[in-house]
T-cell receptor, first 107, second 120 residues
Framework: EVVLTQSPDFQSVTPKEKVTITCRAS??????LHWYQQKPHQSPKLLIK???QSFSGVPSRFRGSGSGTDFTLTINSLEAEDAATYFC?????????FGGGTKVEIK | QVQLQQWGAGLLKPSETLSLSCAVY????????WTWIRQPPGKGLEWIGE???????NYKSSLKSRVTISVDTSKNQFSLKVNSVTAADTAVYYC??????????????WSQGTRVTVSS
């Protein structure tokens, strides 16, 4: 089973700052890594698929990068509406697995 | 716009059967994997299993003996049953869609989730 380790667990950020979240896989998964945003009482929303491909309708400030075992989600110029929990997910092999999540708070 | 709406009992006693259903609105029902995922309180997300429109299934090995996922293509619905539940099955349960991308699949849409509590 591929274990995904996210860091940090929590980040408090002022608007317009840049946020960087990392996800490390326990083995190489190519580019089969996806990023989601989840706000309280809402369904998770896909932001980035296959490490760096933006999903339809996602603001351009959300960027993904990486391959193999190390991946990064960057939120450029954070906006108040970006307060949420972000998590990574790998689809390289079954069982599908997920990172523990990073909660982003707006200062 | 794809929407997944789920329903089912939210409070169960130990040894009962958890039963949830998920209806898909918007888009085709074929050529996707229909997936169940859960999140216990204070813990991370856990993949339970999935089914395609032909009835082909994949299950997490540790849950396989207790889980059944089925599909009703005439209603664009799929369902989850977990037998002999315990407190460890207490979680928010999500249904989701996996879409093909080349030779792989990724989750693009999720439901809002249903909280299921197992308590005597």
């Amino acid at each position: 089973e591929v274990v995904l380790t996210q860091s940090p667990d929590f980040q408090s950020v002022t608007p317009k700052e840049k946020v960087t979240i990392t996800c490390r896989a326990s083995q190489s998964i190519g580019a089969d890594l996806h990023w989601y945003q989840q706000k309280p009482h809402q369904s998770p929303k896909l932001l980035i698929k296959y490490a760096s491909q933006s999903f339809s309708g996602v603001p351009s400030r959300f960027r993904g990068s990486g391959s193999g075992t190390d991946f990064t989600l960057t939120i450029n110029s954070l906006e108040a509406e970006d307060a949420a929990t972000y998590f990574c997910h790998q689809s390289n092999s079954l069982p599908l697995t997920f990172g523990g999540g990073t909660k982003v708070e707006i200062k | 716009q794809v929407q997944l709406q789920q329903w089912g009992a939210g409070l169960l006693k130990p040894s009962e059967t958890l039963s949830l259903s998920c209806a898909v609105y918007g888009g085709s029902f074929s050529d996707y994997y229909w997936t169940w995922i859960r999140q216990p309180p204070g813990k991370g997300l856990e993949w339970i299993g999935e089914i395609n429109h032909n009835g082909g299934t994949n299950y997490k090995s540790s849950l396989k003996s207790r889980v059944t996922i089925s599909v009703d293509t005439s209603k664009n619905q799929f369902s989850l049953k977990v037998n002999s539940v315990t407190a460890a099955d207490t979680a928010v349960y999500y249904c989701a869609r996996r879409t093909r991308h080349g030779s792989g699949w990724y989750i693009d849409y999720w439901s809002q989730g249903t909280r299921v509590t197992v308590s005597s």
